[in-house]
């Protein structure tokens, strides 16, 4: 079946105006780069669709080739665009694509710079999809479902030129790229309107499913710390209560700052705030990688730590206390001595849930309290 050329191009430059437009209002609201970048390579599309279906019908606006070209910038600004969302830089080699294709707009006009003017072509469109495809690789974080999409639509994208790049050059097809003629051309013009769709659809998806993963995160966390917050440690304080056995045992610390109103009342609200930043730090140096650590507010923090032996929650607690004294000694004069109290609820089976055993390590830090401050009181577990 023949399809009509001039048909397909109006489909491509509407769809191209409309991914334009549409990811337009994305970055509006985003402000990612990427976006900006993306959104330009269909407004390139869009322009360079409509020039060619001017030259096919005889008005020839600038140059022969320009249409074409511009599907190469286009693609360099995809690349570019995924080059941002990942995060990384391209080499600067890159910039010498934009040199052959302004090389490539000097072909001159015989139909047999038709074949060479549509295999280069492809061949650069290929080698700049096929990065971009490349540069979406997970490296250690996992991608986003957009993301792992539009990799494989760049890749499918990328591996339809390269096929294209080689039929042109290599194989005997009819290829006459200023009339559209040619079955090779006519499929590339379905392949490109569909590629449009697909490329667009997924690239919204990526930027929109990464800001919604920022604001997760951020709501998740305490601002002034970065540790999570209380409504977080109840969401997941579930999942790691439910690990612990007579083996594995685990332990929820509670800690409190003693004399904490004394370093506010004496050196400002900015020099409390350094100090409970100070804390959070401390417990990201001591902490194991595989422990929760909340701010619950005020001066007031929780730990929960899936290795609840004894000893070794004593040897933590030890560690935090100390190296808390010797940094509010050094920063922070007060008339009494600002240190930490520490509650601890020891646990080996999931019988109590999170508020039990708060309930428990508070019990535990009253007592650290009531015995003079800048002390670990521990409840073993078979105290529950
Ligand atoms: N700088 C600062 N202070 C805070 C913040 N949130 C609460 N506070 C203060 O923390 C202090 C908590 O004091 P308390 O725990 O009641 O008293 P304390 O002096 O630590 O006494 P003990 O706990 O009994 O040893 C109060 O002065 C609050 O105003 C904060 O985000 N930043």
């Known amino acids: 079946m023949a399809l009509d050329p001039s048909t397909l191009l109006i489909l491509t430059i509407a769809l191209a105006a409309a991914a334009s437009l549409y990811l337009t209002v994305e970055w509006s609201v985003v402000r990612e780069r990427s976006l900006l970048l993306w959104s330009s390579g269909f407004a390139i599309i869009t322009v360079g669709s409509f020039l060619a279906l001017l030259r096919s019908r005889g008005y020839l606006l600038v140059g022969i080739w320009f249409a074409n070209g511009l599907l190469i910038a286009a693609h360099a600004c995809f690349l570019a665009g995924v080059a941002g969302f990942m995060r990384t830089r391209i080499s600067r080699?890159?910039?010498?694509?934009?040199?052959?294709?302004?090389?490539?707009?000097?072909?001159?006009?015989?139909?047999?710079?038709?074949?060479?003017?549509?295999?280069?072509?492809?061949?650069?469109?290929?080698?700049?999809?096929?990065?971009?495809?490349?540069?979406?690789?997970?490296?250690?974080?996992?991608?986003?479902?957009?993301?792992?999409?539009?990799?494989?639509?760049?890749?499918?994208?990328?591996?339809?030129?390269?096929?294209?790049?080689?039929?042109?050059?290599?194989?005997?097809?009819?290829?006459?790229?200023a009339a559209f003629g040619g079955t090779l051309i006519q499929i590339s013009l379905v392949e490109g309107s569909m590629a449009v769709m697909l490329i667009a659809l997924s690239m919204t998806g990526t930027e929109r499913h990464r800001r919604e993963e920022r604001i997760g995160q951020l709501a998740a966390?305490?601002?002034?710390?970065?540790?999570?917050?209380?409504?977080?440690?109840?969401?997941?304080?579930?999942?790691?209560?439910?690990?612990?056995?007579?083996?594995?045992?685990?332990?929820?610390?509670?800690?409190?700052?003693?004399?904490?109103?004394?370093?506010?009342?004496?050196?400002g609200h900015a020099a409390g705030d350094k100090l409970l930043e100070a804390l959070s730090t401390l417990l990201r140096e001591v902490l194991p990688d595989d422990a929760l650590a909340a701010r619950l507010g005020g001066d007031e923090f929780a730990i929960l730590l899936p290795d609840?032996?004894?000893?070794?929650?004593?040897?933590?607690?030890?560690?935090?206390?100390?190296?808390?004294?010797?940094?509010?000694?050094?920063?922070?004069?007060?008339?009494?001595?600002?240190?930490?109290?520490?509650?601890?609820?020891l646990f080996s089976t999931a019988a109590l849930d999170l508020a039990g055993l708060m309930a428990?390590?508070?019990?535990?830090?009253?007592?650290?309290?009531?015995?003079?401050?800048?002390?670990?009181?521990?409840?073993?577990?078979?105290?529950a």
């Open 93 to 177: 080699a890159w910039w010498l694509i934009a040199l052959l294709w302004l090389l490539m707009l000097l072909l001159p006009t015989h139909a047999w710079w038709s074949r060479v003017m549509l295999g280069l072509q492809s061949l650069m469109i290929a080698v700049l999809t096929l990065r971009a495809s490349s540069l979406l690789r997970p490296h250690g974080a996992s991608l986003s479902v957009g993301a792992v999409q539009l990799r494989y639509v760049l890749l499918i994208h990328g591996l339809f030129y390269l096929a294209k790049a080689v039929s042109a050059l290599a194989l005997g097809a009819v290829v006459d790229l």
């Open 221 to 267: 966390r305490d601002p002034l710390t970065g540790l999570l917050n209380r409504r977080a440690l109840q969401a997941r304080a579930p999942a790691l209560i439910a690990q612990a056995s007579q083996a594995h045992p685990g332990a929820l610390l509670l800690i409190d700052i003693d004399n904490f109103k004394q370093v506010n009342d004496l050196h």
């Open 308 to 345: 609840g032996r004894q000893a070794q929650v004593a040897h933590i607690g030890e560690q935090l206390r100390q190296a808390f004294v010797h940094v509010t000694q050094t920063a922070v004069a007060t008339p009494e001595a600002v240190s930490l109290s520490v509650g601890v609820s």
């Open 360 to 383: 428990r390590a508070d019990a535990a830090l009253y007592e650290a309290k009531r015995a003079g401050r800048n002390q670990i009181v521990i409840t073993p577990s078979n105290a």
